[in-house]
């Protein structure tokens, strides 16, 4: 595969927690050390600062999934497309959260010298070697409520569920205009293939590889029904019709919307992606350990391979 020409970086944003002292202190110290245009900002002052994300050429998260979850709704807006090939501005995330399943650098018992090591080794990466081979692209999730769209930059899950009263929820769900059933449940869950090791998989869900354009439909503690999940494929469209009660839309974990009475959805994939700068693909790994899996370099002996004297 032929290479690149080195890339030049214009800017490079840094996103920190502003719920974790040390991911301030950690970015202040790294963007005192880079040797590239940079900007600073913490997650939840993003909202009122999207204009820094033109001309980024790559963002640095420090913090957990969820940071992630609130850079990626901004960065995804910024997709393009070349050669075939779909991009958006590239997130190297920095692992001080709990849960680090799209962070890319864990930093236990690791220096700031060496953290900052690492992540030039990540931008001369970038910047001189083959893009395609160090990105991992995400799909995502839009959605359109009552025939205006909400959001088309869903990275992990849509949950539709109930409000203020503790009664079931009753759903009548479409697939591509198909009418497959009314759950009566908590109410479900829309995932994509990266929020499957979430909600989702608490639920019930299969773990579906985070590069898969697939989605889930997850209901929640159904009532008379199966729990088992569907897998849709990327071109199809999920319709959602509710009932007489008011519910609660959460997207990502942290947008919420109120659903008014007989309001009717519709999900689907997006047209935006989300890009990880990578050097290789740990998600087997990680997902092994998060399941609990035994994990040894040592395999299992093998009395065929001893040499015969």
Request: aromatic residues 6%; proline residues 4%; negative net charge.
């Amino acid at each position: 595969m032929t290479a690149k020409k080195e890339l030049t970086l214009k800017q490079i944003g840094l996103v920190y927690n502003p719920q974790i002292v040390e991911s301030e202190k950690l970015a202040d110290f790294i963007k005192s050390k880079l040797s590239f245009n940079s900007w600073i900002c913490s997650s939840i002052e993003l909202e009122k600062n999207t204009n820094l994300f033109e001309n980024t050429d790559l963002v640095i998260v420090f913090g957990g999934d969820g940071t992630i979850l609130r850079v990626a709704q901004y960065t995804s807006l910024y997709t393009s497309c070349a050669a075939n090939i779909q991009e958006s501005i590239p997130i190297l995330g920095i692992n001080m959260g709990r849960v680090g399943f799209m962070t890319e650098i864990q930093i236990d018992k690791i220096s700031n010298k060496s953290i900052l090591s690492a992540i030039n080794s990540y931008i001369d990466t970038m910047r001189l070697a083959n893009l395609c081979q160090f990105e991992d692209h995400r799909s995502m999730l839009q959605i359109n409520i009552n025939g205006e769209s909400v959001t088309d930059n869903v990275l992990n899950d849509i949950v539709v569920t109930r409000h203020m009263n503790a009664s079931l929820v009753e759903l009548s769900v479409s697939i591509n205009e198909v009418h497959l059933g009314i759950y009566r449940s908590d109410g479900l869950i829309v995932s994509t293939a990266t929020g499957s090791t979430g909600y989702s998989m608490s639920a019930g869900s299969p773990v579906i590889h985070p590069q898969s354009k697939d989605f889930l439909l997850q209901p929640l503690v159904p009532h008379m029904s199966s729990n088992s999940a569907i897998v849709v494929p990327h071109d199809a469209s999920i319709e959602i019709e509710t009932s007489n009660q008011e519910l609660l839309v959460s997207l990502d974990g942290f947008r919420n919307k109120i659903l008014k009475p007989y309001s009717q959805i519709n999900i689907k994939r997006s047209v935006c992606i989300t890009t990880f700068l990578r050097k290789s693909n740990q998600f087997y790994l990680r997902i092994g350990e998060f399941l609990g899996l035994p994990n040894s370099s040592e395999k299992f002996p093998n009395p065929h391979s001893e040499s015969l004297n």
